[in-house]
Structure formats: C-alpha cells, structure tokens
C-alpha cells in the first residue's frame, strides 16, 4: 500500500534545530492557518502510525512557537507557550517523536509543569499537567520549540531502542526505567 507523505521532517533537517521565534500578532490569520496545519499533520500521522500526543511547528517547517497538546479530550493549540512553573520531582518514561517514529527513548521529565500561552483569539491561558504524561508532552513540544530532540535527552545509547523491541516487551523496558528511578532514589533520599 502508497501511504500518503506526511509533512512532517525527518531527523537530519537542520529545520528542526533552530530555536522558533514568538508569534508577534497571536490573533494573526497566518497562526490559525499554521496552528489548522497542525492538526492536519497530527491527524494524518497518528492515522499512518497509531500515536502521537503532540506536535510542534519546527516539525512541519514553520519556525514559529506554536504548538499542539492532544493528550486525550481535544487539541489545546499553544501560541507564544512559557513555562511559569515546573515540579523539581522527575520521572522516568519511553517517548517517541514524529521525526524519528521507529525510535523509542528513555527520558526523565518533570512530573509536572505550568505553561502561560496565548490563544488563536489572542487571550491569554494557562495549562497545567494533569499528570506526568501530560507534563512530559508539554516538555517535549517545548524542547522542539528550541530545537532540542528526544534524542537530546537519552541519558545514554542503551536509552535508545525501536518502538518495535518495546512493543514487543513493553514490561522489561518499563522495568528498566523503574530500576533507574530506584537507584535515583537510592542516591538522593
Ligand atoms: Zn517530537
């Protein structure tokens, strides 16, 4: 089967390391038009590879600080996303990025985070996480805002596995990171 070509970039694009400039006009109709392309790019690829709770603008070629959080209930678009807070207590997880989908990488997040942002109608908002793995997608759009990766933030190769290996045993990998936060423990009581 043809699948559609998807436009997202792939790792190696130099687009995807530079840091994106703010929206000066949030209200502006070139945002909404970014912001609807994202939601199309989101859909198509969770469509293609069945996940995906996020995307940035620097993804698909716009060097712009918009991003897109769909952790379950409906797309949140960011414009202009700050961070105000961020919990000090980090947890361990395996994420995987659009830019590289066969990849999956053990990453340590905050649990938490609160981000100010503007709407597509200007105003300004506020997200706070619900829970970590909503804390650790809002991180991971943020850090392609700055032209940071996933891969990045691998404590080390062995952090780097093919989203077919974790699917196939998703308990060992998961076990891995546990052991990891154990022995983070261990060493900071
Ligand atoms: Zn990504």
């Known amino acids: 089967m043809v699948q559609n070509r998807l436009p997202i970039l792939p790792l190696g694009d130099s ?5 994106a400039s703010p929206s000066p006009d949030p209200a502006n109709p070139s945002v909404r038009a970014a ?9 198509a690829f ?6 995906s709770q996020g995307i940035a603008a620097p993804q698909i070629g716009i060097a712009a600080r918009i991003m897109v959080i769909d952790p379950g209930p409906g797309p949140i678009v ?3 996303p700050e961070v105000r807070w961020i919990s000090d207590r ?10 590289f989908p066969s990849l999956a990488v053990m990453v340590w997040r905050a649990d938490a985070i609160r981000v100010a942002y503007r ?26 805002l700055d032209g940071i990766l996933l891969l990045d933030r691998a404590a080390d190769t062995k952090s780097i596995i093919s989203r077919e290996a974790y699917a196939q045993d998703p308990d060992t990998f998961d076990r891995m990171c546990r052991g990891q936060e154990s022995s983070r423990a261990a060493h900071n009581p």
């Open 46 to 51: 969770r469509k293609q590879h069945g996940f």
């Open 119 to 144: 709407t597509l109608d200007g105003s300004d908002a506020v997200l706070a996480s619900e829970s970590a793995d909503v804390a650790a997608v809002i991180q991971h759009e943020l850090d392609h």
């Open 15 to 19: 687009r995807l390391r530079e840091k």
């Open 90 to 99: 980090t947890v361990c997880s395996w994420e995987s990025c659009m830019c």
């Open 35 to 43: 912001a609807n392309r994202l939601l199309g790019a989101l859909r």
């Open 78 to 80: 960011l414009v202009n």
